[in-house]
Every structure is written in structure tokens, then in C-alpha cells.
């Protein structure tokens, strides 16, 4: 992308983080709350074995998507390289001595990996998808007179998935390690993933498909890495 968009995107960026800021300074626990929650590993620790205790497809398909999502975004933020807010506004070649504007830092801001797309966002809007889409699928095959065909309960899961993306995304915000577009892509992704991915029928995969799934996303893991090393 040309550098004065990026800039322009990460002056905006800065600028909206700072009003998330001081609008919300006083729930700065609820939010790193929230961020702790969104942590992609608990895709796989709290999720996946919630989702497998209530059906073995939701379960092994919560699984599968946890995995695409956590490759995804590893490929991506290596390849895209993005900006920490909270690093950022520290370049002394972008921002004179005493020049820089002000971002709070709290317990978690100090990520230090690539920021672009947003880890936390796209992996829990790939995983949580595969959970709501089970949750509403339950709740239109139930029997036309049960209190589970009232609209207002079938709309209740996107609903609350909505209000959970929004969260996990106000909360990497407010801590100052994402700018609005990596959560933005990180989530738009994510939901790409769980949507497309929700359709594979996991429970018919042979153990030989899964080592060579598995060591298909390790190999071209390594091989993209080595690829950039070499063309630094
Ligand atoms: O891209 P994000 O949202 O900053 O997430 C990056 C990392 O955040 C860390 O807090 C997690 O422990 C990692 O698992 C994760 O990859």
C-alpha cells in the first residue's frame, strides 16, 4: 500500500486510540479482561474442548478452524509486517524528539510480534463463528411450536458473536497494540475463515489426511519463512 496511506491510517489510528482512551479510562480492567479472554491460544484450551463436550463435529471443526486461523495469521503478519501503535508513535523517524503524541500503556500494550492483521480477532471470529453457526443451526431444526423458533432467540448468537468481536476488537484498541484497520482485516478474515471453513466435514478426515494437513501448513510455514529471510 503507498506509504501515505499507511500513514495516513496510522495518524487516524493513533487519533482514535486516543479518544478510546479517555472515553473508557475507567473500565481499563474490563478491557484487559477482554483481551486476555480473545488470546488465541484459548482457541484451542477453553473452545475446541467446550465445543467437543457438546458434538464431536462442532468440536473437530472448532479445532480445524483454530489451526487455518493461527496459520493464517502467522503467514500474514509475517508477511505484512505491521505496526504496533504503541511502538510506532516511538520512531524517531516518523515523530521529532518531544513531538510524538500520547498513548497510555498498560500491563499487556508490549506486544512484540508484527501487528497486522489482529491475531486475537481473527482467530476468535474464525472459531466463535463455527460455535454460533452450530447454535443457530440447533435452534431452526427444533420443532415449529418450541420456545427456540422465537426470532428473537435465533438472532440472540450473532447477536452476542457481534458483541464479542466488538469487544475483543475495542480492547486491543484501547490497549494501544493494534490500529483500527489490522482489527478491522484480522476480523474480516476471520470470519472468511470460519465461514468457509465450517462447511469441511472434519469427522470424515482419515489420520493420514490430518499428518498431511498438518505437515502441508508446517512446510509452507518454514519454506515462506526461509523465502523472506533470503529476500530481506
Ligand atoms: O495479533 P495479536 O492480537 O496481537 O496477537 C498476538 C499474540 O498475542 C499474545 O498475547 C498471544 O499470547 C499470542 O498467542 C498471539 O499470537
Excluded at 100 to 128: F, I, K, N, R, W
Excluded at 136 to 151: F, G, I, M, Q
Excluded at 210 to 219: I, K, P, R
Aim: aromatic share 12%; proline share 6%; glycine share 6%.
Amino acid at each position: 500500500m503507498p506509504q501515505v496511506v499507511m500513514l495516513l491510517l496510522h495518524l487516524e489510528g493513533v487519533s482514535f486510540i486516543q479518544w478510546l482512551q479517555t472515553t473508557f479510562s475507567g473500565f481499563a480492567e474490563v478491557l484487559l479482561f477482554l483481551t486476555r479472554m480473545g488470546d488465541p491460544r484459548h482457541a484451542f484450551l477453553v473452545y475446541f474442548p467446550l465445543a467437543l463436550v457438546f458434538s464431536r463435529s462442532v468440536g473437530l471443526r472448532t479445532l480445524l478452524v483454530a489451526i487455518i486461523s493461527e496459520w493464517t495469521n502467522l503467514i500474514l503478519k509475517w508477511m505484512l509486517h505491521g505496526e504496533r501503535p504503541f511502538w510506532w508513535i516511538k520512531d524517531p523517524e516518523i515523530f521529532e524528539e518531544g513531538k510524538a503524541p500520547h498513548l497510555d500503556q498498560y500491563s499487556l500494550t508490549c506486544e512484540t510480534g508484527p501487528g497486522s492483521p489482529s491475531g486475537h480477532c481473527m482467530v476468535t471470529a474464525a472459531v466463535l463463528w463455527v460455535v454460533t453457526s452450530a447454535l443457530v443451526s440447533d435452534l431452526s431444526a427444533a420443532p415449529s411450536n418450541s420456545w427456540k423458533r422465537n426470532p428473537i432467540i435465533r438472532a440472540a448468537p450473532w447477536l452476542i458473536y457481534s458483541l464479542i468481536l466488538s469487544a475483543a476488537g475495542v480492547s486491543r484498541l484501547f490497549i494501544a497494540t493494534h490500529f483500527p484497520h489490522q482489527v478491522l482485516f484480522g476480523t474480516a478474515v476471520g470470519i472468511l475463515i470460519g465461514y468457509v471453513f465450517n462447511k469441511v466435514q472434519v469427522q470424515s478426515f482419515r489420520p493420514r489426511m490430518c499428518v498431511v494437513l498438518s505437515a502441508g501448513l508446517a512446510v509452507s510455514a518454514m519454506g515462506l519463512y526461509g523465502i523472506l529471510l533470503h529476500n530481506k
